[in-house]
């Protein structure tokens, strides 16, 4: 199945808008969400069953041939046998009628999508982090979500509510006048629309595809590196000379005394137990819907801060360098996780990614070992170490003294002209460091198998890849990202570009 494309001239985008719903409409979402919910552990269970049907054989020396088959996960098998055991399961027969298809349908589709991230994982055909075996949610922390993609989805001509299937008209918290305008108009088509409960409160996400027009950089024949760090959310310096710093605003280490003080009050009063059946008292609920709050407002503050961010670089930039910085790596320092996690590191560069194709421009992601901080800017002589606590960089072959982050945004924003002409200093084929295989980069002595465990369902073998277990293409998609792809280039070594 081909993956949904944009018109020429058009992109995909998402509006989100806060819902005000009623209860009987909120009663029926928390309905239709964990439909979706019920309907992906079945298609878990449903899979599984044959795969730990098939390893009790096999230890009873069936041979290969006798073993009972593979349950296919694609997304139209998963659909023929639930809309089957729908009216005979008596975990369904009573109430699957009282929510939309497409409830179930999303519950399918993410189960679909789950083994076949796990079948490509265990076979090395998916970058990333190893993917475990498909497991059920728990009603209890599984997120609510549910996806529509037929019926009528739209926005209504009031401004204040939109229309989904099943559910009906849905009063908005804010004017939905940036779209209607647009879809009333003819520059915009409503493809699917999802409804999703965090941070206390109901929201609705609708995937539009929107005329865009051709949009040009105010400084199009610059050059900007971004270099991120902790003290400095970015430190962009470009081809022009211009070095700039912006603040961290460190939104969380500021919250921090206010949410220290409140979890300290919900600690002392009565909360929920499931081991014991204990519920919370209503005090505790105050409590603790106080500092969701505050939480909640810290993740606000950043994500229109890191939005603000990305805007203006795309908006003043055509070129824009930044590096393959490892998150998740990061993240697993106990003494860097709270800085990391709190500057949104991943979520700049993603948006950064997206935005620069919406205005025809190029970003450029500098190989994860490329030594931006340890080159000098000037000379390109490369230092052998340069420890992190290290702020100001100093160079014993020119006399260059520089801040450490400056440095590394000017040597990134020298990459992209030197990968291409292979005459620049920074991104020089010929520049060696002394150790030129690089003194941060760290091999292992031993790799871990991909090989799945003798507990796993399926054992060590997969069902063969064939078409009907493609991954369907009506999964989630991001809500910022657009299905054109942008022009976005991989620096793997200083002197080679790829395109992503």
């Not at 198998?449 to 989630?476: D, M, V, Y």
């Amino acid at each position: 199945m081909k993956r949904f494309q944009p018109r020429p001239g058009f992109v995909v985008q998402a509006y989100r808008f806060a819902l005000d719903p009623g209860a009987a409409q909120e009663e029926a979402l928390r309905s239709h969400c964990g439909a979706a919910r019920a309907a992906y552990n079945w298609a878990v269970s449903w899979v599984s069953a044959s795969w730990w049907q098939r390893r009790a054989e096999a230890s009873y020396g069936v041979g290969e041939k006798e073993l009972t088959p593979w349950r296919p996960w694609s997304l139209p098998a998963l659909r023929k046998e639930f809309n089957q055991a729908k009216k005979t399961d008596s975990r369904f027969a009573d109430w699957w009628q009282e929510n939309s298809k497409e409830a179930y349908n999303t519950g399918l589709t993410g189960a679909a999508a789950a083994f076949d991230n796990y079948a490509k994982s265990k076979r090395g055909q998916r970058k990333g982090q190893r993917m475990g075996v498909p497991r059920r949610k728990s009603k209890h922390r599984a997120r609510m979500s549910c996806r529509f993609t037929t019926g009528t989805i739209r926005v209504e001509a009031d401004r204040r509510h939109v229309t989904l299937p099943r559910l009906g008209a849905i009063r908005t918290h804010e004017s939905t006048r940036k779209l209607e305008r647009r879809v009333a108009n003819g520059t915009a088509r409503i493809l699917s629309a999802t409804v999703r409960f965090e941070r206390s409160r109901w929201f609705c996400s609708l995937q539009v595809e929107v005329s865009k027009n051709e949009r040009t950089a105010a400084r199009s024949g610059v050059v900007v590196g971004v270099d991120l760090g902790v003290t400095c959310l970015a430190v962009m310096a470009d081809s022009a000379g211009e070095v700039r710093y912006v603040p961290n605003p460190a939104n969380y280490d500021i919250a921090l005394a206010t949410l220290k003080q409140m979890s300290r009050r919900v600690s002392r009063r009565q909360g929920p137990d499931r081991r014991t059946g204990q519920k919370p008292s209503k005090r505790w609920l105050i409590a603790n819907a106080e500092r969701n709050r505050a939480h909640h407002r810290v993740a606000n503050l950043r994500q229109n801060g890191l939005h603000k961010l990305t805007t203006a670089i795309t908006a003043e930039y055509a070129t824009v360098v930044v590096e393959d910085l490892n998150v998740a790596g990061m993240l697993r320092n106990r003494r860097l996780a709270r800085k990391v996690a709190d500057a949104g590191f991943g979520e700049i560069r993603r948006q950064i990614t997206y935005k620069t194709g919406w205005a025809g421009g190029v970003t450029v992601v500098a190989d994860r070992w490329y030594p931006s901080s340890k080159t000098c800017s000037d000379c390109g002589a490369v230092k052998a170490k340069l420890p992190l606590q290290v702020r100001t960089y100093r160079c014993e072959a020119c006399g260059l003294i520089l801040d450490r982050d400056a440095n590394a945004a000017r040597n990134l924003a020298a990459l992209a002209t030197a990968v291409t002409t292979g005459t620049g200093v920074a991104g020089d084929q010929d520049a060696q460091a002394s150790k030129p295989r690089g003194a941060d980069q760290k091999t292992r002595a031993t790799r871990p198998s991909r090989k799945a465990g003798a507990g796993r369902a399926g054992g060590a073998t997969l069902p063969p890849t064939a078409g009907r277990n493609a991954r369907p293409s009506s999964g989630h998609r991001s809500p910022h990202a657009s299905v054109t792809p942008s022009r976005t280039f991989r620096v793997e070594t200083p002197g080679m570009l790829t395109s992503d």
